[in-house]
Every structure is written in C-alpha cells, then in structure tokens.
C-alpha cells in the first residue's frame, strides 16, 4: 500500500489548509507531495523551504521583525516565529521550557541533516543516492512536530489586521460588529466615481471612500467587471474632449477658432495625466508663489499635503506648457479645461479639502499668473 505525504506528515497539509490563499505555500505543498511519493533527494530541501515559510508568514501575519541576517538559519527563522507568537521566552524547568528547547535542537537537528543529506546544500557529486527512507523518515517527522506547534500556537492569536493578507471571512467576528452597526450611503459623482460614506458608533464625522467603478469591480467582482466591459463593446463612451464645453458650436465668434487643433498641435491638457516630481521648464519661476498659494491661501499650511502639493505644482505647470494657445480672456474652453485637469490632479494625490470652490480660486490664479493671461 502507498504511503502518502500526509499520513507521515499531517503539519503540512494543516499548514496549505491553513492558508488557502497562499500560492507560494500551496506549490511548496504540492511539490512536497511529488518528492515524497518519488522518494526524492529534494525532499529535504523543500521541508526546510516550507518550515522556513511558514515561520515567515507568522511573523510577517502578525507585524513582527523578520531575523536581520542575510541569510537566517532554520533556527534563527523557528526562533523569530517564537518569539512573535509569544511563546519563546518560556525558560526554568517548565514542560513548555523544556518543549520549546527540544525543538529549537529539533531545527537545528534538521539543518545537520540537510548538510549530510540533502542534495542541494552547499553542493553534492552527481551520482549521489537517492534519499533514504530512514533520513526521509526522520526530517519530515521532526519537521512536522515543529509545524504542527507553530500552527497550534497560531491559532490562538490574533493577526494584524492592518498587515495580514488572509481573506475576510477569517475575521468574521469584526465582520459582524461592523456589518450590523455601520450605516453606509453611496452615491456617483460627474467622473463616474463611486463615493461610499460610513457613520458607525463615536465616528460622528465618519469618513468617505472614493472609488471608480471600474477599480471597485475588479477587485470585488471580476465577472461582473468582464461582463460591463463586454456590454460596452461597440458602444463609444464619453471622452474627456466630451467634458469640456465645445464653445465654439455655441458662439462662434471668429476669435474662437484659434481653439480648433491644426496640424502639428500638442494634444489637449487633459490627456497629459502624468507625475512630475521636478520641474525646471518656462513657468519655474511660479513654482513657489504657486505653491504658496495652493499650501497657505487654500489649505491652510495643512503640513500632511506638503509633498503632495509640491508635486501637483510641479505637474500642473509641466502641463500648462501644453496648452497650444493661452488666451484666457478669449478662451472660456480654456478655464474648463484647466479646471478639469485640477479635479484630476486632487483625485490623483488624494487632496480632498480642495474642492469646487478652491479649484475655481487656483485656475484664477493661474489666469492672472501665466504669460498672455488676463492683466
């Protein structure tokens, strides 16, 4: 009768059960599996591998420091772990003590046999034999009792919740607080972006979420993402150039037909999304009166968005140089297109105490500041 992995070994299937969502764990499992059932030599350094992981992912699960060396031992990884799961400082004669010292000689057992044994460490000849039952034997047994206490201590403790990558209905005890008590409205802004509200207990204020709808399909429903796109196959949607105000169909004063593109022309602003984090081109010298302006006049020196604010300085007046014709006194298209291309850039650093009103404010400002705007 074949023997399988995990009639030896049971810690390791507990371990790729244990985290479902782990690819990494999951294909270490797997192939634990074939070399186990093909008596291979790699046996060895996959359950070295695996131990390792799952040490890491305790560690890394609970917002604790990994070991500082460049290349951690077995040992030092099981200890890490330990001490995170706040088991290791056990000391005295106590049953614990004396399991937790077994089993720090149990890692450091395995790293000896995987220098004698395994195929990999530090090199071997070509024509060495296959592992044998007995080392196989004895690696995966002391492999899994390390396992299986890691797991159990595991179990009793809670992850970070802020940090883990474990998937939502392992937290089905906060699920319910917050299901039950948080009242949650939502509406659509012009963008086409979802804005959630959440109100729950002392948050009197609460907080919004800004989201595109296209963002909160992909990572909740990927199906229901393929299908809206595939509805829209064939079907043009609107464009940022639909955004901005055709004028000239509505007045079509000769002065206004400097705003059509010719041949040649730059693109329009709105298209010209992109991060600048230095700017030297022909408006530099507005790059600290602007910043003042935005930072000071509009946000109250709020010190959180200085770094955001100098990068929106930074972007806006790259673009501006795109513009083909600046003309604000002529142009109203040109102050919609400004205006626009501002909403895009608050989205984009997450500013949101600039709202209608101070981006109104900004694009005056810019009218009177760049050259050919309004005197």
């Known amino acids: 009768m074949t023997i399988a992995l995990d009639d030896v070994s049971p810690a390791f299937k507990a371990a790729a059960t244990r985290w479902p969502d782990a690819p990494n764990i999951q294909a270490h499992y797997a192939d634990l599996a074939r070399a186990f059932e093909n008596n291979s030599s790699i046996l060895i350094e996959l359950c070295k591998s695996f131990l390792e992981m799952v040490c890491i992912t305790i560690v890394n699960e609970l917002d604790k420091e990994l070991p500082t060396t460049s290349t951690p031992t077995t040992t030092e990884h099981l200890t890490y772990a330990l001490n995170a799961l706040g088991i290791l400082n056990q000391r005295g004669s106590s049953a614990l003590g004396k399991i937790l010292s077994g089993y720090n000689k149990l890692s450091n057992g395995l790293s000896d046999i995987r220098n004698q044994a395994g195929s990999v460490a530090h090199g071997k000849d070509g024509f060495i034999d296959a592992i044998s039952?007995?080392?196989?034997?004895?690696?995966?047994?002391?492999?899994?009792?390390?396992?299986?206490?890691?797991?159990?201590?595991?179990?009793?403790?809670?992850?970070?919740?802020?940090?883990?990558?474990?998937?939502?209905?392992?937290?089905?005890?906060?699920?319910?607080?917050?299901?039950?008590?948080?009242?949650?409205?939502?509406?659509?802004?012009?963008?086409?972006?979802?804005?959630?509200?959440?109100?729950?207990?002392?948050?009197?204020?609460?907080?919004?979420?800004?989201?595109?709808?296209?963002?909160?399909?992909?990572?909740?429903?990927?199906?229901?993402?393929?299908?809206?796109?595939?509805?829209?196959?064939?079907?043009?949607?609107?464009?940022?150039?639909?955004?901005?105000?055709?004028?000239?169909?509505?007045?079509?004063?000769?002065?206004?037909?400097?705003?059509?593109?010719?041949?040649?022309?730059?693109?329009?602003?709105?298209?010209?999304?992109?991060?600048?984090?230095?700017?030297?081109?022909?408006?530099?010298?507005?790059?600290?009166?602007?910043?003042?302006?935005v930072f000071h006049s509009i946000l109250g020196g709020i010190s959180k968005y200085s770094t955001q604010i100098q990068n929106l300085t930074y972007t806006l007046l790259n673009s501006m140089e795109d513009l083909a014709v600046i003309d604000w006194s002529k142009r109203t298209s040109t102050h919609a297109e400004v205006r626009l291309f501002l909403k895009k850039l608050t989205k984009l650093f997450s500013i949101e105490e600039i709202d209608e009103s101070s981006i109104d404010r900004i694009v005056e400002w810019l009218a009177k500041r760049i050259p050919g705007g309004e005197a």
């Open 133 to 293: 039952e007995r080392h196989a034997r004895v690696y995966l047994l002391s492999a899994d009792a390390i396992i299986a206490l890691l797991l159990q201590a595991y179990d009793g403790v809670e992850p970070s919740v802020l940090k883990t990558r474990e998937s939502h209905h392992c937290f089905a005890h906060y699920n319910d607080r917050i299901d039950v008590a948080t009242q949650v409205e939502a509406k659509v802004d012009e963008d086409g972006v979802v804005e959630l509200s959440f109100r729950a207990g002392t948050l009197e204020d609460g907080f919004d979420i800004r989201v595109p709808a296209s963002e909160l399909l992909y990572y909740l429903d990927r199906q229901a993402y393929v299908d809206v796109l595939d509805a829209l196959r064939g079907i043009r949607t609107q464009t940022e150039e639909d955004e901005i105000p055709e004028t000239e169909e509505t007045t079509p004063e000769p002065e206004l037909k400097l705003e059509k593109a010719a041949v040649g022309q730059k693109e329009p602003l709105t298209r010209k999304l992109q991060l600048v984090t230095d700017y030297r081109g022909k408006y530099a010298e507005q790059v600290s009166p602007l910043y003042d302006f």
